[in-house]
């Protein structure tokens, strides 16, 4: 039978006394850091998740699933007006009614209805938009597509027919249409009775006269600036010792 020495029993209790100091710590460390963390959960405030823009967004861009991103946010800092994530698939589509900031919390009184805009935005300042029927020639038999630069030639009736002349004027709708891609679905060819074009004031006054009678519409190069000109006056050539009544001519 194995027997321990007074010094071999010393040790061995000495080092089970250890043992048991060292689990009675963790325990006493486990415990502690147990109590902490229910305390902090206990104290720690409840998030709620809000949509904001992930992104700056300008005043009437629309609002789509790409501009939004959830973000929590303690409880006591949200607003009444905060929208939450629920509320995400009753803006889609809708526009900004202000600049929005990149993360800013969305609320209902920045966000509206889209409104198409109005054909009178496309005008540049200064601009008049002006409506003319026009015949198949006129229109080419439908070569002249929204976009393109026109020159348009008629008479001065009031002026012994002196020639007008306005070049470089843009075609900015046909009918009721502002896009050519919209007259050209039409699959049996569709060609518009009239014809808008983007004038200045002084352009529009003299197109009125020309319109009083016929006038043509020459279709310009897309990429060319052209310059009005202007035909010389007829030379009526007298001719002196005729004996015929009338031997004048014009050229």
Not at 29 to 44: D, F, K, L, P, W
Not at 82 to 94: F, H, M, Q, V, Y
Not at 115 to 124: C, D, G, I, S, V
């Amino acid at each position: 039978m194995l027997t321990l020495t007074p010094k071999a029993k010393l040790a061995a209790l000495v080092m089970l006394s250890l043992a048991l100091s060292l689990a009675s710590y963790q325990l006493v460390t486990g415990y502690v850091a147990e109590q902490a963390s229910i305390e902090v959960e206990e104290q720690r405030e409840q998030e709620l998740g809000i949509l904001v823009t992930q992104r700056d967004i300008l005043v009437g861009e629309i609002i789509n699933a790409d501009t939004l991103v959830i973000r929590n946010f303690p409880q006591s800092l949200v607003q009444d007006g905060w929208l939450r994530p629920e509320d995400a698939p009753s803006i889609l589509g809708l526009a900004s009614s202000r600049f929005i900031d990149r993360g800013e919390p969305l609320t209902a009184n920045a966000i509206e209805p889209y409104q198409t805009p109005r054909f009178a935005a496309k005008l540049r300042p200064g601009f008049y938009a002006v409506t003319s029927l026009v015949s198949v020639q006129q229109l080419h038999n439908g070569l002249v597509k929204i976009g393109d630069k026109v020159t348009l030639r008629g008479n001065n009736f009031q002026e012994n027919n002196k020639p007008l002349v306005l070049v470089n004027i843009p075609v900015i709708a046909m009918d009721n249409f502002d896009d050519h891609a919209q007259i050209d679905v039409n699959p049996s060819h569709y060609l518009p009775s009239t014809m808008t074009f983007e004038l200045t004031a002084e352009q529009a006054a003299k197109f009125e006269t020309m319109r009083m009678q016929n006038f043509e519409v020459w279709l310009q190069h897309a990429e060319s600036s052209y310059v009005s000109v202007t035909p010389s006056p007829p030379i009526k050539i007298h001719r002196f010792f005729a004996k015929e009544v009338e031997l004048d001519a014009i050229y």
